[in-house]
Each structure stands twice: as C-alpha cells, then as structure tokens.
C-alpha cells in the first residue's frame, strides 16, 4: 500500500512562491505516474499538473502553465510541486497522487492512491 504524505503549504501573498512536496512510502515509486490536484469548498477537485514515472513527460493545467513545475526525484521517493506568481485563484487543498501506470493522465479518476492534501492561501 503507497501512502502519500504533502508538505509545504502555507499562506502567501499573491505574487510569490511556494514550493510543495509529496513523500511515498510503500515501493513502487519509480515506476509510478506521479499528479497534483487541487479543490476549493463546493467545487470539484481539479487537475493541475503531472509527471510520467520517469520525469520525461509532463502536462499541466492551461492557467497554470508558465507559473507551476512539477518535478521527481526517484532517488527520495518524492515529487515536487514548484508554485511562482501565486494568484488569489489558487487558493485550495492540494492533494498528491500516484498512478500504478507510468504514463501520465491529466485525470484524478486514473489515480490509485492519494495523499491527504495541504492547504495553500494566497491573499491579495
């Protein structure tokens, strides 16, 4: 069983940066796909970027684009969410997940494990 824990959320001004991290434990990690999504109260929980198992391919969310990095390092079982130029929009949990197939899907329905999720605010 893969367990998923987030770190690094926090509350920040628009504008700036945070930097979240997701650690597995359980095996498997290398050849997992790898993703972040994010909700906020009463809305749906929404794709924000991916990574393949070995970190050649990744895709994201068009209003992130530009903004976000996500990144893995096999080595220490853990993915890596880089977040500049925060704006107020997103503002959400943000949830880690792990895909049993390598490839990378821009789909929560595809995600086999889940990590509990951190809070990130941006205040205007």
């Known amino acids: 069983q893969v367990q998923l824990v987030e770190s690094g959320g926090g509350l920040v001004q628009a504008g700036g940066s945070l930097r979240l991290s997701c650690a597995a434990s359980?095996?498997?990690?290398?050849?997992?796909?790898m993703g972040w999504f994010r909700q906020t109260p009463g809305k749906e929980r929404e794709f924000v970027a991916v990574?393949?198992?070995?970190?050649?391919?990744?895709m994201y969310q068009d209003s992130v684009k530009g903004r976000f990095t996500i990144s893995r390092d096999n080595r220490k079982n853990t993915v890596y969410l880089q977040m500049n130029s925060l704006k107020p929009e997103d503002t959400a949990v943000y949830y880690c997940?792990?895909?049993?197939?390598?490839?990378?899907?821009?789909?929560?329905?595809?995600?086999?494990?889940w990590g509990q999720g951190t809070q990130v605010t941006v205040s205007s």
């Open positions: 997940a792990a895909r049993k197939h390598g490839v990378a899907v821009p789909r929560g329905d595809v995600f086999d494990y």
């Open positions: 359980g095996g498997g990690f290398s050849t997992y796909a």
């Open positions: 990574i393949s198992w070995s970190g050649t391919s990744t």
